[in-house]
């Protein structure tokens, strides 16, 4: 069988597909198309063995032509089709349907689901707001007569090469015995800065912490916060990993003793690389995201409103006008003792 996934948009989406790619792949015979829409997503697929054909198709750089074009070059070559969690979009569901295959498989969501053209799809489960992402992708697999299977962790494949860079990188950088990585930022797709912990607090948290190097990552999106941080950082313990490409990103975060980060792409692949982690979680909800498949620490400030985000193409926003105060109440002392906890 020839089994298509369709692309996701984030980092942190991509791999929580992983372990329903390793369970499929293992349990039937198929040969599995993966489409990536962007570069990052193809590069923590890359080297992954359950994958047959990995395509990069950049759709939001390209013409309205190409994308027809594109799209129009996988008609009936699938005979499936797979709109993992969460691709609550129209986009998606058309392409699912324009291509042809015989069986669309996705989810119809509690939220916009007719506005978004999941009836398109022919085999579909009822989003489950008490199910991880990962527990929503593997439960598509029914459809492939697979069921009550225990689910792995995510995956990410590095080479020897690449876990070696990654080592001697840390062990020239830091002497401390103790080293945490720490990731500042978040999408800022639809709003998502608002998932961000306030620069002050992390700052305030590493200097609490004079015995311990800290690895803080960002791209250009995150180097003012970054700054901030290196700049007050009382002693001399910031190592800034700036502009990295993503999989030597990846080899770094593994060597940490833990990590610390918003509910960002870089949380999920550090899970995905096995190094534990302390999440702090404002408007999104654990339940979905929460780092799967290592030890980990969820900090929340429990304001009653707070989940209050859900899977559509809305922007981000306050519900409750509160300027995102389920972060701005999370104390540095919560972070701190979440990752004493979680590694001390």
């Avoid at 190409?66 to 070559?77: D, Y």
């Avoid at 990731?183 to 004079?210: A, D, Y």
């Avoid at 970054?226 to 190592?239: D, E, G, S, T």
């Amino acid at each position: 069988m020839k089994v298509v996934i369709l692309p996701l948009y984030g980092i942190g989406d991509t791999l929580m597909t992983t372990p329903a790619i390793k369970i499929l792949k293992n349990y039937i015979k198929c040969e599995i198309t993966n489409i990536c829409m962007f570069q990052s997503n193809y590069e923590v697929l890359k080297g992954n063995p359950f994958i047959d054909d990995l395509i990069y198709f950049p759709f939001l750089k390209k013409s309205k032509l190409e994308v027809v074009k594109f799209i129009n070059s996988l008609r009936g070559r699938f005979e499936a089709s797979i709109n993992f969690y969460p691709s609550n979009r129209w986009q998606y569901n058309f392409i699912a349907w324009f291509i042809g295959s015989k069986n669309r498989m996705g989810h119809r969501y509690i939220k916009m689901d007719l506005r978004q053209l999941n009836f398109l799809k022919n085999y579909t489960v009822k989003e489950d707001e008490n199910l991880h992402n990962v527990e929503e992708n593997v439960k598509l697999l029914k459809f492939f007569g697979v069921n009550s299977i225990d689910i792995p962790p995510m995956l990410f494949y590095h080479d020897d090469r690449e876990i070696e860079s990654g080592r001697e990188f840390v062990k020239k950088s830091s002497m401390r015995e103790v080293k945490l990585g720490v990731h500042t930022g978040t999408s800022s797709f639809k709003n998502h800065k608002n998932r961000r912990w306030p620069k002050e607090n992390f700052s305030e948290l590493i200097n609490s912490f004079p015995d311990i190097d800290f690895f803080v990552f960002g791209t250009k999106e995150e180097e003012e916060s970054n700054q901030f941080i290196l700049n007050n950082a009382r002693y001399k313990n910031v190592i800034l990993i700036q502009d990295r490409a993503l999989r030597q990103v990846a080899s770094i975060i593994k060597q940490m003793n833990a990590f610390i980060s918003n509910d960002s792409g870089l949380m999920h692949l550090a899970a995905a690389v096995g190094t534990p982690v302390v999440a702090i979680f404002g408007p999104t909800n654990p339940v979905w995201v929460r780092p799967w498949g290592v030890k980990h620490r969820v900090v929340r400030a429990g304001l009653s409103c707070s989940p209050c985000f859900y899977y559509s193409p809305k922007a981000l926003e306050c519900v409750e006008g509160l300027d995102f105060k389920c972060l701005e109440d999370i104390d540095v002392s919560m972070v701190k003792s979440a990752i004493e906890r979680l590694i001390l």
